[in-house]
Antibody, heavy 123, light 107 residues
């Protein structure tokens, strides 16, 4: 069955860095686009970043552009999020999610999610 | 950037009752809209995609409708496990965006 397991979260000071990982299993990882989505404590969902199956196409939310870098290693079935210059407002549970296309190019939704990893930015 | 609003913020109902949740987009998203369910301490789960298609394994009591700017998620008869927060999400324009959520709690 499809499994996504995030790791790498923790407590970091403002301005610090953290690298999140997501280990995928139960499907052909290299066939799927992947995303990071976050949820601040008690708040709603915010899409963060997206990477195509080959890694050639990448998008970021404006709130993280220039600070976060998404990448993947298809040989290791892994997705990553390098987070630099962290701010208090980056505090959230970070989920990795699989993008699934249901036909049309814009018919692309998050069909499997990991359990999330908590990132806390505080001095 | 498309903004999604959801109403009501909280819906208090009893098991067996019908739940009707609304999602409105600031501009047309055609039918590129999904619904997710999130229970406390859990990741969201995809329920509906392309406004009206149930995802794999989703019970028939969940249905979605709408197009353009107005969408509805209906739960025909609430089961105890359906009390949760529901989010809509658009994929028509970049970036993908979520609504603020509707909490369905037990009356």
């Amino acid at each position: 069955q499809v499994q996504l397991v995030e790791s790498g979260g923790g407590l970091v000071k403002p301005g610090g860095s953290l690298r999140l990982s997501c280990a995928a299993s139960g499907f052909t990882f290299s066939d799927y686009y992947m995303s990071w989505i976050r949820q601040a404590p008690g708040k709603g969902l915010e899409w963060v970043s997206y990477i195509s199956s080959s890694g050639s196409t990448i998008y970021y939310a404006d709130s993280v552009k220039g600070r976060f870098t998404i990448s993947r290693d298809n040989a290791k079935n892994s997705l990553y999020l390098q987070m630099n210059s962290l701010r208090a407002e980056d505090t959230a549970v970070y989920y990795c999610a699989r993008n699934r296309f249901f036909g049309a190019p814009r018919s692309d939704y998050f069909d499997y999610w990991g359990q999330g990893t908590l990132v806390t930015v505080s001095s | 950037e498309i903004v999604l609003t959801q109403s009501p913020a909280t819906l208090s109902l009893s098991p067996g009752e019908r739940a009707t949740l609304s999602c409105r987009a600031s501009q047309s998203v055609s039918s590129y809209l999904a619904w997710y369910q999130q229970k406390p301490g859990q990741a969201p789960r995809l329920l509906i995609y392309d406004a009206s298609n149930r995802a794999t394994g989703i019970p028939a009591r969940f249905s979605g409708s709408g197009s353009g700017t107005d969408f509805t998620l209906t739960i025909s008869s609430l089961e105890p496990e359906d009390f949760a927060v529901y989010y809509c999400q658009q994929r028509s324009n970049w970036p993908p965006a979520f609504g603020p959520g509707t909490k369905v709690d037990i009356k």
